[in-house]
């Protein structure tokens, strides 16, 4: 059983911010790792990304946008609340090292793993530029902390409440034109702007890392649920990844594939509110 | 066959005795007592003579009291009033005379000879006779679930022998001198010896004589394929069907957990010294209890949030009822076992750590690695590995969805790539989904199924279509991506390969479309390489798996064993139980020498 140490709301209750305590898994966590969670005995597992680590604390940090049955579930739970199962760390840690300038790009609760990969390269002594995008103002999370760690932040909404107006490939193409120290893009974020990112980079032929999240169920490369076609390859997302070369991944097939169980999802909502 | 219509001879055998001259039978059967009537003439006076019919225990009662080593004057029939005292025929044993009865074992009349003397036991069979007759007993079948009702519900499919049938089925074994099966058994259990402790309806001392040799008969006996170890040794095999040793060794490790038999064993003087074990499969469950067992302080490390391993995850719960794996990962608690879920080793804690905190570490992880055919349209949607599907249905209880939170994969129309145990239990869980109608595809003939026997037939009976010397090309999709059918090839055997089976050949131009809508690959499985990322010192061969020392399981770095599916890639629950064995004597043997 692992506690729920801390719980905060980052954005209109529909992002939430969880700190559990898990000490073994907070001493190996990598940034760009994952876990697998299964909230209680009927619970569904589920992949979320280790979003920041306190080694000496015991407490890894995961940040979840309520989407379905088991984020429903899991933003019913209260500090002091336990979760059933967590393991990990799971999946190849992001490669950082020290490269020059890097353009951490994130949208959605994508920042939050972005949060994570962006101080180890901040870290490593890479000169940083984030952009960070949400469908509006109050969606916006870790805008703090990620101005913190950036040497240049941008945020852009898709409605213009906050920052730029439009989406996150606008400031993006602005910075592949004016800069040319630019030696590595790395997005985090839906499927959709990640694609289209990669549309964009592939055009600069900037190399771009995406950090893919399909269905998983044990997250530990035994299932293959979550495989990737990467350059016409079938890749586990689960033990190669979750860290992909952009511009070899085929997103059209990914999203479809995650969208297999939305009906499945609808039913599984109602039976719990019944 | 209804087993009131079984006739049979064997020690407790039940006689059904009949006069040679009118044919009425000499049985009474009240609700008190089972006995064999006679007339009889003793000391010239007219008796009721009353015998056991169970051929043990052949007690004699009389009307008037006759004292042992008197000799009657003559049988009678009660019916028909005629001597039935053989003429020029004495008994083997004292000389006196014998009478004659004609019992019937296997629906084949036999005469069966009664010594006049009171006391005498011989009864006229010779034990080569005797031998002749329990040939004749047929291998008994266990009840099951109906084939109609069973594909709507996911409860165990056998319901395993009564006492009546596993007696029955215990007199067929002939307790040869120089015991076949027993070499034929992984882990060499004593099989005659607990056979005929059953046939002495010694039950519970049966079982302790199995788990002598094996922890989990209870598994075994459901999961294990007989005919291909100690059945297929048993020398009545030759001629006839061998003892169905498993459901024997199934019958007996239910009684035990049914009648609350079980107890911990006696746990050696604790030795100090601490074992790891990863995986909580068979392998590493025969570790644990025998290490344990030897005084050992036992840790099981588990990736998932389950113990069993493929248990588990793996055979569904109409094959192997869960609850029965968790009873016996119970016992090993209640040994003193500590059990450590969501620990994958490699990730969570590598093998390196372990030997920091424990003096020797058994690897035991299993092949995982579902396998693909890497052909067009494989990631479509509703494409699942067998491992993936059955994880979901068997780990996650998919089957029970909504109630639990993991998606049921459903199809109409499902078809099973592959032709061993995994694809029967992917197309049986299928069926039972309801699904209209399931379809296995595979690339050789009926006689190359690697599955069990006994599998086909249940798959079979269950209304399984299966689509021999096929093999699928590419896969079709709908435009939101799922799969609507599939290209298949026609094959042809050719010349045995390796493995010795035929080799499938394609045939040129035989290419055709199957419908389905939901499609299970079952191709196999390969070793996962998350352990050794962080371990890159144990040596392994070209196809991953790892190499040991085949004396000791010993792995190419010291105080790590290794067993099981990840060592000899995809084989069964008993060899990797046996696998695990050997593992468990040398680790004992070694760290026996070492001072704390």
């Known amino acids: 059983m692992f506690q729920i140490e801390r719980k905060q709301e980052l954005a209109k209750g529909t992002i939430i911010r969880f700190d559990l305590s898990a000490p073994k898994i907070a001493k190996k966590a990598k940034p760009g790792q994952f876990i697998i969670l299964r909230v209680n005995e009927t619970g569904e597992r589920v992949p979320m990304t280790i979003a920041d680590k306190d080694e000496f604390a015991g407490i890894i940090t995961i940040i979840f946008q309520v989407v379905g049955k088991t984020t429903a579930l899991m933003r019913s739970l209260k500090e002091g609340d336990l979760i059933k199962d967590v393991a990990g760390p799971l999946g190849k840690p992001a490669e950082i090292e020290k490269i020059g300038t890097v353009i951490m790009v994130g949208g959605g609760t994508g920042v939050a793993i972005l949060h994570h990969v962006t101080k180890a390269f901040k870290n490593a002594g890479n000169h940083v530029i984030g952009i960070i995008g949400a469908r509006e103002k109050d969606m916006i999370i870790l805008e703090n902390e990620m ?18 107006r439009g989406f996150v490939t606008l400031p993006l193409e602005k910075y592949l034109n004016e800069r040319h120290d630019i030696k590595l893009v790395y997005a985090i974020g839906p499927i959709i702007m990640m694609k289209n990112v990669c549309a964009l980079t592939k055009k600069y032929e900037m190399p771009t890392v995406v950090s893919l999240n399909p269905i998983m169920i044990d997250g530990t490369g035994m299932c293959g649920g979550c495989r990737v076609n990467v350059g016409n390859q079938t890749k586990f997302c689960c033990v190669d990844g979750p860290d992909f070369d952009g511009h070899q991944v085929d997103f059209d097939e990914l999203e479809k594939r995650n969208s297999l169980y939305l009906k499945d999802e609808k039913d599984s909502l109602l039976f719990s509110i019944k | ?436 109608k399931v379809t296995i595809v595979y690339r050789r003939s009926r006689n190359e199924l690697p599955a069990r026997e006994e599998e086909v037939h249940h798959a079979e009976e269950e209304g399984i279509k299966f689509r021999l010397l096929t093999n699928p090309v590419r896969y079709l999709g709908t435009d939101d991506n799922r799969v609507k059918g599939m290209e298949c090839i026609k094959m042809e055997l050719g010349e045995p390969d390796n493995s010795g089976r035929r080799r499938p050949i394609p045939i040129e131009g035989s290419n055709f479309i199957l419908d389905c809508d939901l499609v299970v690959i079952a191709v196999g499985t390969g070793p996962n390489p998350t352990i050794f990322q962080s371990t890159p010192d144990i040596k392994r061969n070209k196809w991953g798996y790892i190499e040991v020392n085949p004396d000791t399981n010993e792995t190419s770095k010291e105080f790590v064993y290794a067993g099981g599916d990840i060592v000899t890639g995809s084989a069964t629950v008993i060899q990797a139980m046996g696998a695990g064995r050997i593992a468990s004597n040398a680790m004992h043997e070694k760290l026996s020498k070492i001072k704390k």
Request: contains cysteine; glycine residues 8%; charged residues 25%.
């Open chain 2, 1 to 436: 066959m209804r087993i009131k219509d079984v006739k049979y001879l064997r020690f407790k055998t039940y006689l059904n005795a009949y006069c040679p001259h009118c044919n009425q039978s000499f049985n009474v059967d009240t609700i008190n007592e089972k006995t064999l009537d006679f007339k009889a003439v003793y000391k010239k006076k007219k008796i009721d003579l009353r015998l056991s019919p169970y051929l043990d225990v052949f007690e004699l009662e009389a009307s008037v009291p006759v004292e042992k080593g008197d000799i009657l004057d003559d049988l009678l029939c009660p019916y028909c009033s005629k001597s039935i005292v053989k003429k020029d025929f004495s008994c083997k044993e004292c000389g006196t005379k014998a009478a004659e009865v004609i019992i019937s074992a296997d629906e084949k009349l036999i005469p069966f000879y009664l010594c006049l003397k009171y006391g005498c036991e011989w009864h006229g069979l010779s034990k080569a006779d005797e031998k002749k007759i329990k040939l004749k007993i047929p291998r008994q079948d266990m009840p099951e679930q109906d084939q109609t009702l069973r594909i709507h519900n996911h409860q165990e499919v056998p319901y395993g022998y009564t006492s009546e049938l596993a007696l029955l089925e215990a007199g067929r074994c002939i307790q040869c001198k120089n015991p076949k099966c027993i070499d034929g058994c992984p882990v060499n259990i004593d099989i005659p010896g607990f056979i005929s402790l059953v046939v002495e309806e010694k039950f519970d001392e049966a079982v302790k004589k199995i788990k002598e040799r094996n922890i989990l008969p209870a598994i075994c006996g459901r999961v294990c394929p007989q005919e291909n170890q100690c059945e297929e040794a048993c020398v009545l095999g030759i001629k006839e069907k061998p003892v169905a040793i498993g459901r024997l060794e199934r019958f007996v490790a239910d009684f035990e957990r049914k009648m609350e038999l079980v107890k911990v064993p006696i746990i050696n003087k604790n030795t100090g010294k601490k074992i790891a074990v990863v995986g909580s499969g068979p392998a590493g469950l025969t570790v644990a209890a025998d290490m344990r067992q030897l005084g050992y302080s036992v840790t099981i490390f588990e990736a998932l949030h389950e113990t069993g391993g493929v248990l588990t995850y793996g055979i569904p719960e109409f094959r192997l009822p869960k609850s029965i794996v968790q009873f016996e990962i119970n016992y090993l608690k209640e040994m003193g076992c500590r059990i450590e879920l969501n620990h994958i080793i490699g990730a969570t804690i590598t093998v390196d750590e372990l030997l920091e905190n424990f003096n020797a570490v058994f690897i035991g992880v299993g092949a995982g690695l579902p396998t693909f055919m890497n052909i067009e349209g494989e990631n479509l949607g509703n494409v699942f590995s067998s491992n993936e599907y059955l994880t979901r249905m068997n780990l996650m209880k998919a089957y029970k969805f909504p109630e639990y939170d993991t998606p049921m994969p459903k199809g109409e129309n499902v078809t099973v790539i592959g032709g061993g145990n995994v694809a029967m239990d992917s197309a049986r869980t299928a069926i039972r989904t309801g699904s209209d």
């Open chain 1, 147 to 164: 101005s913190s760690i950036c040497d240049e932040l941008i945020i852009t909404t898709d409605d213009g409440s906050y920052g730029e």
